[in-house]
């Protein structure tokens, strides 16, 4: 059966419904600009199940959870679930953390970016610019041989495990439901102000992560692939699926009256560009040495790629450190140890960049 979401109108399709799904999820009450964010959902899921204590972000979200499902709905369906695994996966765990630490200082991963842009944050265009400029740096690690090395299949029993952790988090948020007021419930912890409070209801937001799982799987969908391929290929192809989410998320917007155009002000936000722009260099190197954007990531681990479920653990403890150790940002601005991360984090995934190349016959 031929693939449709992976011709170019397909990718299209599929930037568009992104788009959308992100607009009608900020109108039903996720926070704004944020309809989705995989890192700062990720991160919201790390202080839902304790393992940071940022009482403005604890919230176990739904749309995660589907990424993995519907990816893992395709995978099967489509007889493309491979479990593997066996790529360099403590460097992929440290790349997850720090992708994550640079996302949290611009506040948003490359999704939210785009989003926020088409929600009018003009704070977006430091960060997308700095998202390139990692990408870039990137390739040209990529040109000069830069490998993690080939994955091994596995045990079809590996490729379960990250979908079934993200399984036993939704029966947890369908035994211990939130109730007003209350911050903690069962096991899971629960913002009861802050962005952490904000949300869709739950049944849309784990239709609308099934259906964006489900389609993104089968369309390759990646915001740094679109870049990086852009850069190194001259390849368009994935980047019209980009292109497709902000102007889809655009329209969106302004008919929801959710438009606001402007630097200041903005929705989770802060207007040091300097970091909102070198935050995501750290992000986009990190993804960029990793193969895929933290969205990618989800949707790769949900087809059975150990790999990347180990970047996904990364960056889920990088949420955790960003917030124990004072490294996130805020709406006041850069957090108190943010600025140490990121020049610490560069200088790692330079290392990383320039060291990882293939074994010589015979090492």
Same mark, same amino acid.
């Given at each position: 059966?031929?693939?449709?979401?992976?011709?170019?109108?397909?990718?299209?399709?599929?930037?568009?419904?992104?788009?959308?799904?992100?607009?009608?999820?900020?109108?039903?009450?996720?926070?704004?600009?944020?309809?989705?964010?995989?890192?700062?959902?990720?991160?919201?899921?790390?202080?839902?199940?304790?393992?940071?204590?940022?009482?403005?972000?604890?919230?176990?979200?739904?749309?995660?959870?589907?990424?993995?499902?519907?990816?893992?709905?395709?995978?099967?369906?489509?007889?493309?679930?491979?479990?593997?695994?066996?790529?360099?996966?403590?460097?992929?765990?440290?790349?997850?953390?720090?992708?994550?630490?640079?996302?949290?200082?611009?506040?948003?991963?490359?999704?939210?970016?785009?989003?926020?842009?088409?929600?009018?944050?003009?704070?977006?265009?430091?960060?997308?610019?700095?998202?390139?400029?990692?990408?870039?740096?990137?390739?040209?690690?990529?040109?000069?041989?830069?490998?993690?090395?080939?994955?091994?299949?596995?045990?079809?029993?590996?490729?379960?495990?990250?979908?079934?952790?993200?399984?036993?988090?939704?029966?947890?948020?369908?035994?211990?439901?939130?109730?007003?007021?209350?911050?903690?419930?069962?096991?899971?912890?629960?913002? %009861?102000? @802050?962005?952490?409070?904000? /949300?869709?209801?739950? $049944?849309? #937001?784990?239709? +609308? !992560?099934?259906?964006?799982?489900? =389609?993104?799987?089968?369309?390759?969908?990646?915001?740094?692939?679109?870049?990086?391929?852009?850069?190194?290929?001259?390849?368009?192809?994935?980047?019209?699926?980009?292109?497709?989410?902000?102007?889809?998320?655009?329209?969106?917007?302004?008919?929801?009256?959710?438009?606001?155009?402007?630097?200041?002000?903005?929705?989770?936000?802060?207007?040091?560009?300097?970091?909102?722009?070198?935050?995501?260099?750290?992000?986009?190197?990190?993804?960029?040495?990793?193969?895929?954007?933290?969205?990618?990531?989800?949707?790769?681990?949900?087809?059975?790629?150990?790999?990347?479920?180990?970047?996904?653990?990364?960056? %889920?403890? @990088?949420?955790?450190?960003? /917030?124990?150790?004072? $490294?996130? #940002?805020?709406? +006041? !601005?850069?957090?108190?140890?943010? =600025?140490?991360?990121?020049?610490?984090?560069?200088?790692?995934?330079?290392?990383?960049?320039?060291?990882?190349?293939?074994?010589?016959?015979?090492?």
């Amino acid at each position: 059966m031929k693939n449709v979401f992976v011709s170019k109108w397909g990718i299209i399709g599929v930037g568009a419904v992104i788009g959308i799904g992100a607009a009608l999820l900020q109108y039903f009450g996720n926070p704004g600009n944020m309809g989705i964010c995989v890192a700062c959902f990720e991160r919201d899921i790390a202080g839902a199940v304790g393992l940071h204590r940022a009482g403005v972000v604890q919230y176990l979200r739904p749309e995660i959870i589907g990424f993995v499902l519907g990816s893992l709905a395709a995978a099967l369906i489509f007889r493309e679930f491979r479990p593997r695994g066996g790529s360099a996966p403590i460097v992929r765990f440290v790349l997850g953390v720090f992708a994550m630490i640079g996302a949290l200082v611009f506040l948003g991963c490359p999704w939210r970016a785009m989003l926020r842009l088409s929600g009018g944050d003009f704070n977006a265009v430091l960060g997308i610019t700095g998202l390139i400029v990692g990408v870039w740096i990137g390739t040209r690690f990529l040109k000069k041989g830069y490998t993690l090395g080939r994955a091994n299949r596995t045990s079809t029993a590996a490729g379960w495990v990250l979908p079934a952790v993200f399984f036993g988090l939704l029966l947890l948020l369908l035994i211990y439901p939130q109730a007003e007021g209350e911050a903690k419930i069962g096991v899971l912890f629960y913002s %009861i102000k @802050g962005p952490g409070a904000m /949300h869709a209801p739950l $049944l849309i #937001s784990i239709i +609308a !992560g099934l259906i964006i799982g489900f =389609i993104a799987q089968r369309s390759r969908f990646c915001t740094m692939g679109a870049f990086r391929d852009l850069i190194l290929f001259r390849d368009f192809h994935l980047f019209l699926g980009v292109a497709a989410l902000v102007i889809a998320a655009f329209v969106a917007n302004t008919v929801l009256g959710q438009f606001s155009p402007g630097f200041e002000n903005q929705p989770v936000a802060h207007t040091q560009h300097v970091w909102n722009a070198l935050g995501m260099v750290l992000a986009g190197l990190a993804f960029a040495l990793a193969g895929g954007c933290p969205g990618r990531q989800l949707f790769l681990s949900g087809e059975g790629d150990g790999d990347a479920a180990v970047f996904v653990i990364g960056m %889920i403890v @990088g949420a955790a450190i960003s /917030h124990n150790f004072g $490294l996130a #940002s805020s709406p +006041a !601005g850069v957090g108190s140890n943010g =600025i140490a991360a990121v020049v610490i984090g560069l200088a790692v995934c330079l290392t990383i960049g320039a060291t990882m190349k293939p074994l010589k016959a015979g090492a």
